[in-house]
């Protein structure tokens, strides 16, 4: 990968102005994969429970999902350059479908990590490209779109995980559970594919462009924010455990908290996106997410730690939508290759953060960690004005 200064790029496009029918469209996009990785979840000791792996070996075999979906980001943002977003989508959307169910039936290690690797792919592949079709649908539309979008994300991990372990507690067959949640996505996606954009971008220039410029700092904070998610998934309730605030079985009422603001965060995010602008929401995001850490290591009870979770969750909520949306409007790079930037620095804030967590805790407390956290968090604070300032009025068009 190279930087090519300057970046010399024509496009073309055929391209039929967002309806009704397209947003419902890239909403059941956002719904899909939202969906089929929460599907997994509950699977996973099934699937180490019939290969009679351990821990160790377990852990490889979820690595290799991970790598899938980084290099099918990568990717992506070269083939959606070429062809656009509504092939990417349509074709990774029914992969995740089809592949879900080999999950549950793969009979050795080496057969549960192809099946990952390509459910990863899949993953990967829809991640980018919704985005990128969202970008497009959102800009068509001249007002803001992105952060109901990614509340359609959300919304998809939340009904996945319920149905799933809804079938699974009923006595269903993991085959069986995996077929009906297929069907599912398959009726999805079938109602998903014909009302997306029909738009063809052809692109002359380098299709490998390593992100610089205001990209860079946009993929940057985009890390930040997805691990600020992923460090609340995997070490909120060991914090407030820890500081014996809750017993260990109220230790997940945090994170729901959590998850719930940052859902209603982003259903009401773009009214207010729309009402105060980019700039304002990155920056006033931030600081109550901020404001949230302090709150959390500071609380005396739990009801005061709770308030801490709700917080950050709201904070954060807009923060994503925000950066994708400002990919959309810089001119360095090719927006596909933007935006596939950014996605795959915010999985790796997911899937690397948390265990940089591990390690600052391992050494000086979980609550210095969550302190690290909270400075981190100031960078987009303090980044706001850089990311959007090429146009006096932040709100998105």
């Given amino acids: ?38 599907c997994w979840a509950p699977l996973v000791p099934f699937a180490k429970t019939r290969l009679g792996v351990d821990d160790g070996v377990l852990g490889l075999l979820l690595l290799s999902l991970g790598i899938g979906s980084v290099i099918a980001m990568l990717v992506t943002g070269i083939v959606s350059a ?9 074709a990774s959307g029914f992969g995740l479908a089809l592949v879900l169910p080999l999950l549950a ?31 497009e649908v959102e800009r068509a539309a001249h007002r803001p779109l992105m952060s109901g979008f990614h509340a359609l994300f959300s919304i998809g991990g939340f009904a996945g995980s319920a149905l799933m372990t809804a079938l699974l507690s009923l006595q269903f067959g993991t085959l069986a559970c995996t077929l009906v949640c297929s ?27 390593l992100p610089h410029g205001s990209v860079l700092l946009l ?6 924010t997805f691990l600020v998610e992923g460090a609340m998934l995997d070490w909120g309730a060991l914090l407030v455990i820890g500081a014996g605030l809750v017993t260990e079985a109220q230790g997940g009422a945090g994170y729901i908290v959590f998850s719930i603001a940052m859902t209603a965060g982003r259903l009401g995010g773009d009214a207010v996106v729309a009402r105060i602008g980019d700039r304002t929401t990155l920056l006033w995001g931030s600081l ?30 807009n923060l994503v939508p925000v950066l994708f949306r400002r990919a959309a409007r810089q001119t360095v790079m090719p927006t596909g290759l933007a935006v596939a930037a950014i996605t795959t620095a915010g ?38 004005h850089i990311v959007t300032k090429d146009k006096g009025k932040t709100t998105a068009t």
């Fill in 1 to 38: 990968m190279s930087i090519a200064l300057p970046l010399l790029l024509r496009s073309s496009h055929v391209f039929r102005r967002p309806r009704p029918a397209t947003r419902l469209a890239t909403r059941l996009a956002f719904l899909v994969a939202g969906f089929g990785i929460s």
């Fill in 82 to 90: 070429r062809y656009g977003s509504r092939p990417i989508i349509i």
């Fill in 105 to 135: 039936i793969a009979a050795s290690p080496a057969t549960l990590a192809l099946a990952l690797f390509a459910f990863g792919a899949a993953l990967g592949s829809i991640d980018v490209a919704m985005n990128i079709h969202a970008v």
């Fill in 183 to 209: 069907a599912l996505m398959l009726l999805a996606m079938a109602l998903t594919s014909p009302r997306l954009l029909r738009s063809v971008q052809v692109q002359e220039g380098p299709l490998f462009v």
């Fill in 219 to 224: 993929a940057l904070l985009g890390a930040i």
């Fill in 288 to 317: 109550i997410a901020i404001a949230g850490f302090v709150v959390l290591l500071t609380a005396p009870i739990a009801a005061v730690a709770i308030g801490g979770f709700l917080l950050i969750g709201l904070g954060a909520s």
């Fill in 347 to 384: 999985y790796a804030g997911i899937l690397i953060g948390p265990a940089g967590v591990g390690f600052v805790a391992r050494f000086g407390g979980l609550p210095m960690a969550f302190w690290l956290l909270a400075a981190l968090m100031g960078l987009v604070t303090l980044s706001a």
